[in-house]
């Protein structure tokens, strides 16, 4: 069984937030494919596990 916290998952707000960047830099993120994100009806969530991946990422690189 999974951590409850890799299940949560957040807005594109939310992510814009923990991130320090623009919504619409969160939606041009998930267009290129760097976020993945989940449609369910019409909300799209990201799961914070997949955030804290790319923010691990990020760090690894340099960025941030």
Do not use: F, N, P
Request: charged share 25%; hydrophobic share 45%; with cysteine.
């Amino acid at each position: 069984m999974e951590d409850a916290s890799s299940e949560h998952l957040l807005t594109v707000r939310e992510v814009a937030v923990k991130l320090g960047i623009s919504v619409r830099t969160v939606w041009r993120m998930i267009a290129d494919g760097q976020l993945h994100a989940v449609k369910m009806r019409r909300c799209t969530r990201l799961a914070v596990a997949d955030v804290l991946g790319y923010m691990d990422q990020s760090k690894q690189r340099g960025c941030a």
